[in-house]
């Protein structure tokens, strides 16, 4: 079984900045890619930013020069580093990734989501 568990949600002012981290754990071979979207309430779930083992990256518009994805690949562990917060970008974060096991068998996970609120 995996799990991806985030941490770094919370409060913060507009203009501030927050740091998200996601955890994988268990049967894990690689993970490629892994990513965070969020879900703002009323709308869809969105893609915030994607990152592949190798590094290369995806953005969402809204976030491009805003947003930095980072991953430890040791540490199957993905961060968010989230500068210049805006009152749009609240919502519940969620980390992604598609989970490769020891037998080649590919699975895509979300973890529980973590909540950001930027107040104005």
């Known amino acids: 079984q995996v799990q991806l568990v985030e941490s770094g949600g919370g409060l913060v002012q507009a203009g501030g900045s927050l740091r998200l981290s996601c955890a994988a754990s268990?049967?894990?071979?690689?993970?490629?890619?892994m990513g965070w979207y969020r879900q703002a309430p009323g709308k869809q779930r969105e893609l915030v930013a994607r990152?592949?083992?190798?590094?290369?990256?995806t953005y969402a518009d809204s976030v491009k020069g805003r947003f930095t994805i980072s991953r430890d690949n040791a540490k199957n562990t993905v961060y968010l580093l989230m500068n210049s917060l805006k009152p749009e970008d609240t919502a519940v974060y969620y980390c992604?990734?598609?989970?490769?096991?020891?037998?080649?068998?590919?699975?895509?996970?979300w973890g529980e989501g973590t909540l950001v609120t930027v107040s104005s």
């Open positions: 990152i592949t083992s190798g590094g290369t990256t």
């Open positions: 268990g049967t894990i071979y690689s993970i490629d890619p």
């Open positions: 992604n990734g598609d989970v490769r096991n020891w037998l080649g068998l590919v699975m895509n996970y």
